[in-house]
């Protein structure tokens, strides 16, 4: 089946003369949890705001499941849900009305059943009467999610979903977005929690200085460029690494208790077996090993970095 | 068409409207009582009538006039100004919507609310004074055209504007002058010679001219030229809106 979003060639330069985005060229796989990583001004937002109709691009095609976002936009469009990252919402309509309200917008017929089922998921049925203004900053990122749900969307944009929020809200969006993909949904969302990345998505894009410099299946990204590392307590503490291990390139902690060995699958470098036959020769004894993989963190600041 | 959209803006900007009855409606409606104490009954005491029209009964139609060019502008720019403030547009930038719908929803809006508030004025102006109209279709004809051409003229202002001072200024500055030299409350033949060819220059006299005309059958100058001059400010409105939205002007940018 084709991607449900293709952007291909896609460039935004602001009035600024600020190059926010040169040439992206993206496809988003139908049904999959996608997550776009990037620093802050990286232009993830720019790019999600093009697909959805927000800013006018300076170049470029997007579709959205076949339809042109320009040529087709109300077809386009109307397939999208998008959650942005500020808290922006009218501030004196009540909870009913201002979901309600989003649900004509995208012109679909009122469906007062659909509304009171996607409140109820987002813990928001209670306070249908309530004024926006009233609710916590959690309850307001529900509210701007039950918008965006609002309309039956078949591609949702979440931007920045658990910026500043508690534990507990993110654990219930987490479920909430899998659950949507189970339904079929395509969840696109941006984030600088790599964690975010690292639990929900299926593929990961990185996106840095207005280009896409990597886009890659998660677990092949975590196994291809992870590095995994051997942590060891000592059972004494070493003043310095003995000579020998020179070709380990170990590194001991300042007090002499723990050895660490950093070591990536493709490496050439000599394998755990053999560092802890070495170990034993060498009369090291150890009280505890572990070891660790690397996380999406360390792999996209290394990205990032290289790139800088 | 999106008339599931165009309804529900609509329907959002009138409930805006009653949620704060007391700022569309009540203030109107005491600030042109205030206008017949003072205008009507201090001044009107020494002019009794003009074009043989009680003084009082002259003012009405400006008075209208006046709430309605003012209020159509504020409530057409506040009502899209506030969501680029707050960035609650993003909902319907992204929304499957055209632009003529955006248009028909908030200008629909901005102008039912000052009809609405016309005619209560005019209901208003109706127990003080006694009033009569000779041309009521005229008369409507007038309402609407005006609240439609100066909502108008309000969206683009809110559009326009970047920060609360810009959206006050052109209303404060330009609207309210021109109001108040339009000949509201006095007849320009009552002005000396060299203000009166000044004043045929204001667009606000030929829409004061023309409503009153729909009153009493008398004007300054001669309905079609009235008419003709509010349609004219209104085909140069929706230019303006038309190419606002073709390039995405303050919007998409």
């Known amino acids: ?308 | 068409m999106n008339l599931r959209a165009v309804w529900a803006i609509y329907k959002m900007e009138m409930a805006r409207a009653f949620r704060t009855v007391l700022q569309s409606i009540v203030s109107p409606v005491i600030s042109t009582s205030l206008y017949f104490v003072v205008f009507g009954s201090a001044i009107g005491s020494r002019i009794t009538e003009i074009d043989g029209i009680s003084y009082g009964a002259f003012i009405v139609p400006g008075l209208i006039m006046l709430s309605l060019l003012t209020q159509s502008i504020s409530n057409a720019s506040f009502a899209i100004y506030f969501p680029k403030f707050v960035g609650s547009i993003y909902e319907l930038l992204s929304a499957p919507v055209s632009y003529l719908e955006i248009i028909v929803a908030y200008v629909g809006g901005a102008a039912t609310k000052s009809i609405i508030l016309g005619l209560i004025i005019l209901a208003t102006a109706s127990l003080f004074v006694p009033l009569t109209i000779e041309h009521p279709f005229w008369m409507l004809a007038f309402l609407v055209l005006t609240a439609v051409t100066f909502s108008l003229f309000g969206f683009i202002i809110g559009i326009w504007a970047r920060s609360f001072e810009q959206l006050q200024l052109v209303p404060l500055l330009i609207i309210t002058p021109l109001t108040f030299l339009g000949g509201s409350f006095y007849s320009i033949d009552m002005l000396p010679g060299i203000w009166r060819t000044v004043t045929l220059f204001n667009p606000v006299l030929y829409l004061v001219s023309g409503f009153r005309w729909s009153f009493y059958g008398k004007s300054d100058v001669s309905i079609g030229i009235s008419l003709g001059m509010t349609v004219v400010f209104l085909l140069i409105c929706i230019a303006i809106v038309a190419w606002i939205f073709r390039t995405g002007y303050r919007l998409r940018n």
């Open chain 1, 1 to 308: 089946m084709p991607s449900i979003i293709s952007i291909s060639g896609v460039t935004k330069t602001y009035a600024t003369g600020f190059k926010a985005l040169k040439e992206i060229n993206l496809d988003i796989e139908r049904g999959e949890i996608f997550a776009l990583l990037g620093p802050n001004g990286a232009g993830k937002t720019t790019l999600i705001s093009i697909v959805c109709g927000i800013v006018n691009r300076s170049s470029g095609t997007v579709t959205v499941d076949g339809h042109d976002i320009s040529r087709d936009y109300r077809a386009a469009r109307s397939l999208i849900g998008l959650v942005p990252q500020e808290l922006t919402i009218d501030a004196f309509e009540s909870v009913w009305a201002t979901v309600s309200y989003s649900r004509g917008l995208f012109g679909k017929p009122a469906n007062p059943a659909f509304v009171e089922k996607v409140l109820r998921d987002l813990s928001l049925w209670d306070k249908k009467d309530a004024k926006a203004i009233t609710l916590s900053g959690g309850m307001k990122r529900r509210l701007m999610i039950a918008k965006a749900l609002s309309h039956e969307p078949r591609v949702l944009f979440l931007d920045e979903p658990t910026a500043g929020v508690d534990v507990e809200l993110r654990q219930d969006m987490w479920a909430m977005v899998r659950r949507l993909r189970e339904d079929g949904v395509t969840i696109i969302l941006t984030t600088h929690y790599i964690e975010e990345a690292e639990a929900m998505a299926d593929r990961v894009g990185v996106i840095n200085r207005g280009e896409i410099v990597l886009v890659e299946d998660k677990a092949e990204l975590m196994r291809t460029l992870g590095r995994k590392r051997l942590l060891l307590e000592l059972r004494s503490p070493l003043a310095a690494i003995p000579e020998t291990f020179s070709r380990y390139a170990l590194e001991l902690s300042p007090n002499g208790d723990q050895l660490t060995y950093t070591y990536d699958n493709q490496s050439e470098r000599p394998g755990v077996a053999s560092l802890l036959r070495d170990l034993e020769t060498a009369g090291i004894q150890f009280r505890d090993i572990d070891t660790q993989n690397s996380s999406l963190e360390e792999i996209f600041v290394n990205l990032v970095r290289k790139d800088a």
